[in-house]
């Protein structure tokens, strides 16, 4: 397979990018380069040279030092600290923000579980419904960091 001329590499990118949203919103998982490779017939070297692109533009995030997807924002490719429930699925989250996002991506209501992390793990719960949130009475979710940094160390944050 001859991989996508230079004019060609944002078309390219965008087939790899709505072949991972479909592996993820069918399956329910963040795919791997070769099974997306298949599913779009064309090399396992183009797909990775693709994933590698695609972070650049914080599209997803990769394992350090692999083409293994870690985010495929706002999904989570497995167990996280944010747990959602929505479209009959569940679903992670690497953090608050991108948990609440997941309902959103899915068109659909859904409820966030998280502990507190000031270190006494209460468990909490967020319920998005349309554009309604419901939480306990004092849940507050804070961020370390202002938005502006968290691509400085998108994996911390």
Do not use: H, Y
């Not at 870690?70 to 167990?79: C, K, M």
Request: overall charge negative.
């Amino acid at each position: 397979m001859a991989g996508p001329a230079l004019t060609d590499t944002a078309d390219f990118d965008r087939e790899v990018r709505v072949a991972i949203a479909e592996c993820v919103t069918e399956r329910g998982v963040v795919p791997a380069s070769s099974e997306v490779a298949v599913r779009i017939a064309a090399s396992e070297s183009d797909v990775s040279d693709a994933f590698g692109r695609l972070a650049a533009a914080r599209v997803m995030i990769l394992r350090p030092g692999t083409t293994d997807i870690l985010s495929f924002n706002p999904f989570a490719a497995g167990p996280t600290d944010f747990t959602v429930r929505s479209a009959g699925r569940e679903w992670w989250g690497l953090c608050a923000w991108d948990a609440f996002g997941i309902p959103a991506a899915l068109g659909s209501d859904g409820v966030v579980q998280g502990a507190c992390a000031d270190g006494c793990g209460v468990p909490l719960e967020v319920r998005l419904a349309g554009d309604a949130v419901g939480a306990l009475d004092g849940v507050v979710i804070g961020f370390a960091l202002p938005a502006r940094e968290w691509w400085k160390d998108i994996i911390f944050t």
